[in-house]
């Protein structure tokens, strides 16, 4: 399969009785155990063996794939990404060799690394023609309307990458993919403060590259601080995959229909846009933000989340797979206390933010729907720390994904059992009726 240590899913079978308008059959069914022993019934047949399908909206109840890429135990609040919990990749790896081992199934070697790292940093300038695309973007732009929109631009540069079945080229198109989405967040920023692009420099790393990017101007040039660096990286890392969440399940789906690398991503950042997903990180803000203006009272905030006559939510909180604490919020809570301290900038944002996560995780509301920090409760408060705008923070979150997606969407491709992604569903509009002329019609 892989070049881990992963296992192939371990095959039984389950015999299932149903009964269908007043029909009893008995029929077996494959039922699939992954290497961490979780359990699925492949009902792939089962329209064929009894004419109905299986509905679930939402899909939470519905495995799309197997995989050996990222595994997650929500009721433990374990997070893996090839077996290797990410409190372990956290402290003791870089963003770059993360992408490595997502994408290539195991870390790499001294040479590998130092390899890729070099070929990360020699793909990272764009075509100057795209440069002036920006130009025609207003300056009120979100910049994830421009990085979509310049994701799905880069596979025009690069035609040869339209083929999503030409193996040989994935990984010079991941390559350019992973290097060159840090470069139009940047320049995507630049846009949106009026200032001057800046070009990437070979001499910094990846993400040091990123923040020199980002915070120099032709005129002051920006030395990134070492510790800044190595939050960015944790920062990046804790975003890196996280299986078959709705923006992963996008870049899958567009994927399977043989959309070329490039296209796939854009699609998926399209769907990290959203507030219930990465969009999160940004409503965060403007959450603490609002209870701080009305006074500090997060338990009267609360009593609005749970009226539920009104629509708002505790955002940064819940979690489709987590009834637990998210591990990656445990570790960004500790790393915000600790960016906050060394950067000499409190945020009063951060005492809100802990007073009303105190106030959710003791009011019974929460606690019988197992409603936990997410990823996105504290991520912004840093993003703050560091200087980063509050609509850069769903940008960061894509930069951190890609290599999940780039590492989903290679699976899929070298599946050989892979169809196009095509749900059914159960219609329940009009039943057969005549067209009626424009003049007859009441
Ligand atoms: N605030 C208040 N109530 C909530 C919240 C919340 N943040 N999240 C879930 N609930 C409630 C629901 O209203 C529901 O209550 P009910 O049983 O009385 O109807 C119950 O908890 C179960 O929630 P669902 O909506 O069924 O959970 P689902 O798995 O569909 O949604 C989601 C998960 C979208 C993350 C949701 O928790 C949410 O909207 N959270 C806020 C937005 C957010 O932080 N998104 C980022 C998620 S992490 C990520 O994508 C990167």
């Given at each position: 399969?892989?070049?881990?240590?992963?296992?192939?899913?371990?095959?039984?079978?389950?015999?299932?009785?149903?009964?269908?308008?007043?029909?009893?059959?008995?029929?077996?069914?494959?039922?699939?155990?992954?290497?961490?022993?979780?359990v699925a019934i492949d009902i792939r047949d089962l329209r064929a063996k009894t004419g109905v399908i299986a509905l679930d909206p939402s899909f939470g109840n519905t495995g799309?794939?197997?995989?050996?890429?990222?595994?997650?135990?929500?009721?433990?609040?374990?997070?893996?990404?090839?077996?290797?919990?990410?409190?372990?990749?956290?402290?003791?790896?870089?963003?770059?060799?993360?992408?490595?081992?997502?994408?290539?199934?195991?870390?790499?070697?001294?040479?590998?690394?130092?390899?890729?790292?070099?070929?990360?940093?020699?793909?990272?300038?764009?075509?100057?023609?795209?440069?002036?695309?920006?130009?025609?973007?207003?300056?009120?732009?979100?910049?994830?309307?421009?990085?979509?929109?310049?994701?799905?631009?880069?596979?025009?540069?690069?035609?040869?990458?339209?083929?999503?079945?030409?193996?040989?080229?994935?990984?010079?198109?991941?390559?350019?993919?992973?290097?060159?989405?840090?470069?139009?967040?940047?320049?995507?920023?630049?846009?949106?403060?009026?200032?001057?692009?800046?070009?990437?420099?070979?001499?910094?790393?990846?993400?040091?590259?990123?923040?020199?990017?980002?915070?120099?101007?032709?005129?002051?040039?920006?030395?990134?601080?070492?510790?800044?660096?190595?939050?960015?990286?944790?920062?990046?890392?804790?975003?890196?995959?996280?299986?078959?969440?709705?923006?992963?399940?996008?870049?899958?789906?567009?994927?399977?229909?043989?959309?070329?690398?490039?296209?796939?991503?854009?699609?998926?950042?399209?769907?990290?846009?959203?507030?219930?997903?990465?969009?999160?990180?940004?409503?965060?803000?403007?959450?603490?933000?609002?209870?701080?203006?009305?006074?500090?009272?997060?338990?009267?905030?609360?009593?609005?989340?749970?009226?539920?006559?009104?629509?708002?939510?505790?955002?940064?909180?819940?979690?489709?797979v987590y009834k637990n604490f998210d591990p990656r919020a445990l570790l960004i809570k500790k790393a915000a206390d600790?960016?906050?301290?060394?950067?000499?900038?409190?945020?009063?944002?951060?005492?809100?933010?802990?007073?009303?996560?105190?106030?959710?995780?003791?009011?019974?509301?929460?606690?019988?729907?197992?409603?936990?920090?997410?990823?996105?409760?504290?991520?912004?408060?840093?993003?703050?720390?560091?200087?980063?705008?509050?609509?850069?923070?769903?940008?960061?979150?894509?930069?951190?994904?890609?290599?999940?997606?780039?590492?989903?969407?290679?699976?899929?491709?070298?599946?050989?059992?892979?169809?196009?992604?095509?749900?059914?569903?159960?219609?329940?509009?009009?039943?057969?009726?005549?067209?009626?002329?424009?003049?007859?019609?009441?």
């Open positions: 399969m892989g070049a881990g240590n992963e296992k192939e899913a371990r095959v039984n079978s389950a015999k299932l009785t149903l009964n269908i308008a007043g029909v009893e059959k008995t029929i077996d069914f494959p039922v699939i155990v992954g290497s961490e022993n979780e799309s794939c197997t995989s050996a890429i990222t595994y997650i135990d929500g009721d433990a609040g374990i997070l893996r990404y090839r077996g290797i919990p990410i409190e372990q990749l956290g402290e003791h790896s870089s963003f770059v060799e993360t992408s490595y081992l997502l994408i290539n199934g195991r870390l790499p070697n001294k040479f590998e690394l130092g390899e890729y790292s070099r070929k990360l940093t020699m793909h990272s300038l764009i075509h100057e023609d795209m440069k002036h695309f920006f130009d025609g973007y207003p300056s009120t732009a979100h910049p994830m309307a421009i990085l979509s929109a310049m994701v799905c631009s880069l596979s025009s540069f690069y035609p040869e990458a339209l083929d999503a079945t030409n193996t040989e080229l994935f990984d010079i198109t991941a390559t350019r993919l992973l290097s060159k989405v840090r470069t139009i967040a940047a320049f995507s920023y630049k846009k949106s403060i009026g200032q001057p692009v800046m070009y990437p420099r070979n001499d910094l790393s990846y993400c040091a590259n990123l923040l020199q990017m980002m915070f120099a101007t032709p005129c002051e040039p920006h030395e990134p601080d070492e510790e800044v660096v190595k939050i960015v990286n944790l920062l990046l890392i804790l975003h890196a995959d996280h299986e078959q969440n709705c923006s992963t399940s996008t870049v899958r789906v567009v994927g399977s229909g043989q959309a070329n690398l490039f296209a796939s991503v854009a699609a998926g950042i399209c769907a990290l846009w959203g507030p219930r997903h990465g969009g999160a990180n940004q409503e965060v803000i403007g959450m603490l933000a609002k209870i701080q203006a009305n006074g500090g009272d997060v338990n009267k905030f609360l009593s609005l989340v749970k009226d539920k006559s009104s629509t708002v939510k505790l955002m940064g909180f819940g979690h489709r600790s960016a906050l301290r060394k950067l000499g900038k409190p945020d009063p944002l951060l005492d809100v933010a802990k007073r009303l996560e105190e106030a959710a995780l003791k009011d019974s509301y929460f606690i019988d729907r197992k409603l936990y920090p997410n990823v996105d409760f504290y991520s912004g408060i840093i993003y703050r720390a560091l200087g980063f705008p509050t609509n850069m923070f769903t940008v960061l979150f894509a930069l951190g994904r890609l290599p999940g997606w780039i590492a989903q969407w290679k699976e899929m491709n070298e599946d050989p059992t892979t169809r196009i992604a095509r749900p059914r569903q159960i219609y329940t509009g009009n039943v057969a009726q005549d067209y009626v002329p424009i003049d007859s019609r009441v």
